[in-house]
């Protein structure tokens, strides 16, 4: 087999993002938990390029952070996304292959069409023909479907606008030649930006032209506004969902369910309706979370049973075949084996031991206004309902503590 040529991926992520409307960096705000960046990121790796180089602005150390390990490079001003593209081509100023150049709000692009755009000789652009393009820079072909321009929204004269074919943002070049053609790029323009989408007129001036080559898409095209992050969510919950229900997890109504981009979901787990999952969820098999249960940075064991209407909080243990009723909070405890607690009960900073039983309305108070404290609730312990226990205390095996009790001392097993 032909040993592919090495490439290097730009991805430019400078923008304000002016039209989110928020302090946040655009590429940082998150879908099913992870920033828009390393969804982009992430898809991108599995090209295998030989360096990725993120284009940042000043003073957004946490997008650097989300680019972690690979590079990146400032852009002083934000002129434009042609603009944007010079700082990352000096970091690569020695490399001679194929560079591919992507948009950061682009989270969910297709990695065959790239591929196909790195496999085309010569320069090309991805296109599509989205439900709206409101915003695109329209596409202009000859017949044999080169790129005569792209047209942003902004410059079009009416009857451009109506131009179905549109620009997806992505381009493919030879390094050296970029980097010339980058050069003579004019802001002269509406909106007196450098436009990366015009580099393929300067390329056709030197007599090189840019293969146009089609995307398929049914969805909104990038991410400008906090209805189209909201859109990029809607699609990945389906793709989580639909991954989760081919391992063999239950949903009565998948609509209703909500995923991290993490979560890990064994066969046999039935999720009810309206259970939220936040990060760092891992689930193993024959567990049931009944319906509106919120789950965060927990793992649960086999044959455990969650909710309804139970909330687990991150750090916390749910051993097998635990019982966690309704209108339970569990936070950074660990319930053992067949432990229970099935009505009404606050369980902060506990160990609860196996086939431990917690009454209803009991709390364990572990905050005393300044610190919080871990008790530790031994094996077999019955705790009678509305009983509170303030840590720090030590509960041993076998205990029972009557109904209404209030424990501030440990109590021997
Ligand atoms: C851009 C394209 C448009 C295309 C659309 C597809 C240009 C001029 N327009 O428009 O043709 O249809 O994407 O989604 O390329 N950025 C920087 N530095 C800058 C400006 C932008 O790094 O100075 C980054 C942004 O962070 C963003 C990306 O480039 O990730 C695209 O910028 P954005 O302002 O969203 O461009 P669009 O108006 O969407
Ligand atoms: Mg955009």
Redesign the pocket.
Known sequence: MKKASPFAVI???????SRMKSAKP??MHEIAGLPILNWLISRVEGLNPEKIIV???PNMNDVIEAAAPHTCVI?K????????VKPAMAALKDFSGKVLVL????PFVDIDILQNMLDTDGPSVMAIEPPS?K???RVITDKDFNLVE?V?QKDCDEEQKKITL????NFCFEAKKLTEWLDALSNNNA?G?Y???DVPKIAQANGVKTKVIKAKTSMI??I?TKSELADHEIFAQMMLRERAMSNGVTMIDPDSVTLSFDTQLDEDVTLEPNVFIGKGVIIAKNVTIHAFSYIEGTEIEEGAEIGPFARIRPKSHIGKKASIGNFIEVNRSIIEEGAKAKHVSYLGDTILGAKSNVGAGTVIANYDGFFKHQSQIGNNVFIGSNSTIISPVIIGDNAIIAAGSNVNKDIPG
């Open positions: 991805i430019l992520a400078a923008g304000k993002g655009k590429v284009v940042t602005a852009q001003e934000q002129l434009g996304t042609g603009d944007a948009l950061g709000d682009e393009n915003g695109l820079g792209i942003e549109s620009n997806a943002g909106q930006e436009y990366l989408t095209w990038g400008n």
